[in-house]
């Protein structure tokens, strides 16, 4: 096995362009022959945010056990993430934002990543409107992804105006590929 790959779905819709997009990364590494963790997160049943209890400052990571806690496990033991999200209101979903906010976890009190420092990522963000807006979520992700250590190492932000779902063109498929190709 050539390597794990996590991957969060934080659309609502499991055929959204947002979640087409992350799964032509997925199944590209999984093509090359690595493990690719999904989770869906608008199907995960008490998906909580961080609790500011600074557990994790002591002990290296969060230590609320609950159902975040498997993603986040996940993360740590991958050598790349992709993070999906569809833009609401200028900002990622609510499902993925749980999540990020948990990503606090992964610092110590000096803000030095408990991770190994190794890990890429993958950021998709689909919109409605605007692609200065799907660019500027895309951005945010890509800072707390540096924050904690992890690499980013492309992007792939849509605007579909019309809500027809036809943004997985063969231009957006091989920039999917590519990215893969990074993780």
Known sequence: MAGKITVLIGSPRANGNSAKIAKAIADECQAMGKEVATFHLD?????????????????????????????????????????????????ESGQLKLVLDRFYGFLSEDFKTFLPGTQKAAVVVSCMTGEESSEDCASHLRQVCSMCGIQPVGTIAVCDPGDEKNTLTPEILERAKDIAHKL
């Open 43 to 91: 199907k995960i049943e008490g998906l909580r945010g961080c609790r500011a209890c600074n557990a994790c400052k002591k002990r290296g990571g969060c230590i609320a056990k609950d159902p975040t806690l498997p993603i986040l496990e996940s993360i740590a033991g991958s050598e790349g993430i992709v993070l999906s999200t569809p833009l609401y209101f200028n900002v």
